[in-house]
């Protein structure tokens, strides 16, 4: 149970008294200090991760290759995560999810460069980076969006929240840009870091429940990032289908599965099938 949740608990008992019985400490109270504190901690871990984009766009801007792709949309701006979102709180949550997909589906192109003011220039490093948070803030986990890949992560929640859990969600991506299909581009930005920006977002934000909606095809961004992994069977079923990742840097609870698009095509139950699959196998 998270201190949010305890409080919130705490908060539903009899005031407690201090000396003065005047003087009464109540339930509003209680939840002012849960949510004050849980706003420290939240702003505590952005700035961890504000650091962690902040050195990741040092190397991709000192890189003129992989800079002038971004600036003629060659391959998509970076996804950065922003804690502060209206539609879920990560940080109060019992089941923290890293919804994790294979890359961006375009993201701050030329287009919406200039509607931020960047007149086509990435190089003022912290007004890109503060962009591209308040970016993934507006967007809101794709609450606008009725796709497949949004609406997956949307059902596993309200699942777990029938447990009474609170659970919160943030979405990253295996690949940082969008590389419009170019395999021997995704490698070459994958190698910007060897991916060490996801497993320091895995470190700072400490999930318990990873889904990779990635599919079998992104098997090897994964085998990169996370040297000498261990896939084992969900049920059976052959691992190209859907399997538990084994990692030391990995929470238990992590699952590679197809990505919610591929999964329309094997039918209307199946992503209600294996969200089950997920909670069932899943420890909190």
Not at 18 to 23: A, L, R, Y
Not at 41 to 53: P, V
Not at 78 to 101: A, Q, R
Request: charged content about 30%; glycine content about 4%.
């Amino acid at each position: 149970m998270c201190l949010y949740s305890f409080v919130t608990h705490i908060s539903k008992l009899e005031p407690m008294h201090k000396k003065n019985q005047n003087d009464t400490f109540g339930r509003n109270d209680i939840l002012t200090l849960a949510k004050k504190f849980n706003t420290i901690k939240m702003n505590q871990t952005q700035e961890k991760l504000n650091e962690l984009y902040d050195s990741y766009l040092e190397k991709v801007l000192s890189n003129k290759e992989i800079s002038n792709y971004i600036l003629n949309d060659t391959i998509s701006s970076p996804l950065f995560i922003n804690l502060d979102l209206s539609s879920n709180n990560y940080i109060e949550s019992d089941v923290k999810i890293l919804y994790v997909g294979k890359e961006n589906n375009g993201w701050f192109g030329f287009n919406e460069r200039n509607v931020y003011g960047m007149n086509n220039d990435i190089f003022e490093k912290e007004k890109y980076l503060n962009s591209l948070l308040d970016l993934y803030g507006r967007f809101e986990l794709g609450k606008k969006y009725q796709k497949p890949f949004f609406l997956f992560k949307d059902i596993l929640a309200e699942k777990i929240e029938e447990r009474n859990y609170k659970v919160g969600v943030l979405w990253s991506n295996l690949l940082r840009f969008d590389c419009q299909n170019k395999w021997e581009l995704k490698k070459k930005v994958f190698e910007i870091d060897g991916n060490e920006i996801l497993k320091k977002e895995i470190e700072i934000l400490k999930p318990n429940l990873i889904v990779f909606v990635t599919g079998p095809n992104y098997d090897y961004f994964i085998d990169k990032t996370f040297i000498e992994n261990e896939y084992i069977q969900i049920n059976n079923k052959p691992i190209r289908e859907k399997c538990i990742i084994k990692h030391q840097n990995l929470p238990r609870n992590t699952f590679r599965i197809y990505h919610p698009d591929y999964q329309l095509r094997l039918g209307k139950n199946y992503r209600w099938d294996i969200v089950d699959e997920i909670v069932k196998l899943s420890v909190f």
